[in-house]
């Protein structure tokens, strides 16, 4: 059971892990100037950086008192990390020490782990640190608008910060901001403002005022079409295509998007080749990829909906349209229309004679 989090009932220690730094930062904002309220301002907050911390250095930094205060604040950044990247040796010790003195955090000291990657939570410190009664742990996890949950979540909090700023927003202004920002919250947040305030602050933000002020974030639609792609979702693949051909000159002669997929093609068979042909588990594929955990998730699980076979045509295909494009043999829309449109057929389910040509090919 985790201590509520609340001014009256204040973890000795937290651990705030995931992508999304736009909420991690505002939650330790609000940590920092609740810790602030008792005096002494900045004198009692110290910050360190976790690659480089000891464990030993952040025992000590944590057992001095605060000055003319209740409590002061420790923030350690991207120290948990370190521990899964190096689990053996010197990290395993320096992780078990770290463990050994949580229990034993001051009262008079908050101490918070700031982490900037997904940290896993079956296994190593953060699986230890669940256990204990004077934490609090939560994740950050990034939207994924292909998820329903994660698109109804954002519909929600633009919402929210929308009649915190102004009189609110339309849901029609909703859906269009989602579509010409993405995921970026801390973009999302900018945009809410200069909106709010177009509006006068008097009445709510309407569809036609996005349109009119917001500009379009074409690499938010790069990785929504790779996902799409990737989850065969057909549709909002071509909805995303479509969009970055016509929005951005760059992206007109269909290279980039083409390139894109490419890699995508390219990492989804990586991923099989570990997990497939040479049985690492997730967490050596992950190593070997050297990419977040959250990203090698969403890899994973979208290699699972292709065989190898059909990866590697797939790579070749876009390869002969990118011979094409070049020489002016062919129509970059038509020709990436055609490259989505096979990549998101309905996955079949191999047979076992399948499977084995698949592990050969990709030998």
Do not use: C
């Not at 730094?21 to 920092?32: K, S, V």
């Not at 979208?302 to 020489?327: M, P, S, Y």
Request: charged share 30%.
């Amino acid at each position: 059971r985790k201590p509520r989090h609340d001014r009256t009932s204040l973890s000795m220690f937290y651990i705030f892990h995931g992508e999304d730094d736009f909420t991690r930062g505002e939650e330790l904002a609000r940590l920092r100037a609740r810790v602030m309220e008792d005096g002494a301002g900045e004198l009692n907050i110290s910050a360190f950086d976790g690659r480089t911390l000891s464990v030993m250095e952040l025992i000590n930094a944590s057992s001095t008192l605060p000055f003319f205060s209740e409590r002061r604040l420790i923030v350690v950044t991207d120290m948990l990390q370190q521990f899964e990247k190096r689990s053996s040796g010197h990290a395993a010790e320096e992780a078990e020490r770290l463990i050994q003195y949580l229990p034993t955090v001051p009262e008079t000291t908050r101490l918070v782990f700031d982490e900037s990657v997904t940290l896993a939570t079956n296994r190593g410190i953060l699986r230890k640190a669940q256990a204990l009664p004077n934490g609090y742990i939560r994740a950050f996890p990034r939207l994924n608008t292909n998820r329903r949950e994660d698109a109804e979540r954002l519909r929600k909090w633009i919402a929210a910060r929308g009649r915190a700023k102004g009189k609110g927003i339309d849901p029609s202004a909703v859906d269009k901001l989602i579509e010409y920002v993405g995921t970026d919250l801390r973009q999302l947040d900018a945009e809410l403002d200069k909106l709010a305030a177009h509006a006068g602050y008097a009445r709510e933000i309407r569809s036609d005022d996005v349109v009119d002020l917001v500009t379009v974030n074409p690499e938010a639609r790069i990785f929504e079409m790779l996902d799409a792609v990737g989850m065969h979702a057909r549709q909002a693949a071509l909805s995303s295509l479509h969009w970055l051909l016509a929005s951005d000159p760059r992206f007109s002669d269909g290279l980039y998007p083409l390139t894109m997929l490419v890699i995508r093609f390219g990492e989804l068979l990586t991923v099989k080749d570990l997990r497939e042909s040479q049985g690492l588990a997730d967490r050596e594929a992950q190593a070997t990829m050297k990419m977040p955990e959250w990203r090698y998730r969403r890899l994973r699980d979208q290699a699972r909906l292709f065989t190898a076979d059909e990866l590697v045509r797939l790579i070749q295909q876009a390869r002969d349209i990118d011979w094409g494009i070049k020489r002016g043999a062919v129509e970059p829309v038509l020709s990436l229309e055609m490259l989505i449109l096979d990549a998101t057929r309905p996955a079949a389910r191999p047979s076992v004679r399948q499977r084995e040509r698949n592990r050969s090919r990709i030998r």
